[in-house]
């Protein structure tokens, strides 16, 4: 079966990097375009990152761009994501997700396929 198993997250203080990564398994991971959501307590999930399937295009949110970047590896079927310039609000739960269409790369109704998260603390 499909699975996406994120990795790399923790505690940093602000102003501070860390990289995720996310291995997928399962699925043709070049038929496949990734995303990174994220989820805060008491709010919705919401779109950080994602990409095309050749890796071609990236999309980010307002609020990380410029700090985020997500890359892929075919080879290793494995996607990224790149955090610098780390803030407080960056503090949440991070998902990758995977999703077989072109359309929709901000929609988390798009995706087919979650991994279960990996949590990022930013410190003041």
């Known amino acids: 079966q499909v699975q996406l198993v994120e990795s790399g997250g923790g505690l940093v203080q602000a102003g501070g990097s860390l990289r995720l990564s996310c291995a997928a398994s399962?699925?043709?991971?070049?038929?496949?375009?990734m995303g990174w959501f994220r989820q805060a307590p008491g709010r919705a999930r919401e779109f950080v990152a994602a990409?095309?399937?050749?890796?071609?295009?990236?999309y980010y949110a307002d609020s990380v761009k410029g700090r985020f970047t997500i890359s892929r590896e075919n080879a290793k079927n494995t996607v990224h994501l790149q955090m610098n310039s780390l803030k407080p609000e960056d503090t949440a739960v991070y998902y990758c997700?995977?999703?077989?269409?072109?359309?929709?790369?901000?929609?988390?109704?798009?995706?087919?396929?979650w991994g279960q998260g990996t949590q990022v603390t930013v410190s003041s």
């Open positions: 399962g699925l043709t991971f070049s038929s496949y375009a």
């Open positions: 990409d095309s399937k050749s890796g071609g295009n990236t």
């Open positions: 997700a995977a999703r077989q269409y072109y359309s929709g790369p901000r929609d988390p109704a798009f995706y087919q396929y």
